[in-house]
């Protein structure tokens, strides 16, 4: 039976204040904090988007500077997070154009692709499918698998289900609406669980009809 | 319907009509359970880590050039 929870993990703290504070009064020790805070989820997100390493690396850097340099901009509204997520996703999205000269990438471009939209493989997963590989050969499956989506459905996903920004952050880091940010996560889900199920899926044991309880 | 139930923003009742429907749809209850199940999976496992060595080496310069005013 399918139990019902939600998975979001929404904090309404904001526990970075103090630090930015610090940093504002000169303590730049307290920048060291924010950095060794978030530089993982940092450099995640523009290995995401870039899938460059040393664009990842670059964009890691050059957002965290960026984030210094600016943080006198920075209101208190927002979470220093997601403030600084949004620095790294522009970072990285301009280094993924000057890769891909010519072609467009762009957060509100029209994804035209109707796959995964309606799911299709309905053929349970075997219990912790996961097991069934070493974490090298599980991690390449989750590379190749999220590689192969639009980078628009990418971002959305990674932002809001990986890295657990709330809906509407999302949609204000990419400059999205919150219903194109809801439109897109759910077709990135459909088409990830989809791909997916070909390596997770239950084997069966025999090609007979499955009895209904 | 499938993202409100994972995210949980569906009413009381709405959530009970939908509880007893995936009683009875197979097809709905292995499309919820596997979502989640996926997205559990990219949340829990990490793809792109950072070796150790790399992450002292940005952190270093990052401080380094905060020190000097950018």
């Not at chain 1, 109707?114 to 097991?131: I, L, N, T």
């Not at chain 2, 995210?7 to 009509?17: G, I, L």
Request: aromatic share 6%.
């Amino acid at each position: 039976m399918a139990t019902i929870q939600p998975i979001a993990n929404e904090n309404e703290q904001h526990p970075d204040v103090a630090l930015v504070e610090r940093v504002r009064k000169g303590d730049i020790s307290a920048y060291d904090e924010l950095v060794r805070k978030y530089d993982r989820q940092v450099f995640r997100i523009a290995q995401h988007i870039t899938q460059n390493r040393e664009d990842a690396e670059d964009v890691m850097q050059d957002a965290f500077l960026k984030a210094y340099e600016k943080l006198d901009q920075f209101q208190g509204n927002s979470k220093f997070y997601t403030w600084l997520v949004r620095i790294a996703v522009n970072e990285s999205l301009m280094r993924l154009r000057r890769r891909r000269t010519g072609k467009m990438v762009s957060m509100d471009e029209e994804i035209t692709t109707d796959e995964g939209s309606v799911p299709r493989d309905f053929a349970d997963w075997a219990p912790d499918p996961e097991q069934n590989y070493s974490q090298a050969e599980l991690a390449e499956i989750l590379r190749k698998t999220i590689q192969g989506l639009p980078p628009g459905f990418r971002i959305v996903f990674v932002l809001r289900d990986v890295e657990g920004l709330s809906t509407e952050e999302t949609a204000e880091t990419l400059g999205l609406s919150v219903p194109a940010v809801k439109s897109r996560l759910l077709r990135a889900r459909l088409q990830l669980r989809e791909r997916l199920s070909r390596y997770f899926k239950r084997k069966r044991i025999s090609k007979g009809k499955r009895v209904e309880k | 319907m499938l993202d409100d139930l994972i995210d949980d923003t569906v009413s009381r009742e709405m959530r009970a009509d939908l509880q007893e429907h995936l009683h009875g749809c197979e097809h709905c209850e292995v499309t919820l359970n596997t979502t989640r199940k996926t997205i559990e999976i990219y949340r829990s496992h990490e793809i792109y880590e950072m070796p150790a060595g790399l992450r002292e080496r940005l952190h270093k310069a990052i401080m380094e050039r905060c020190r000097k005013g950018c």
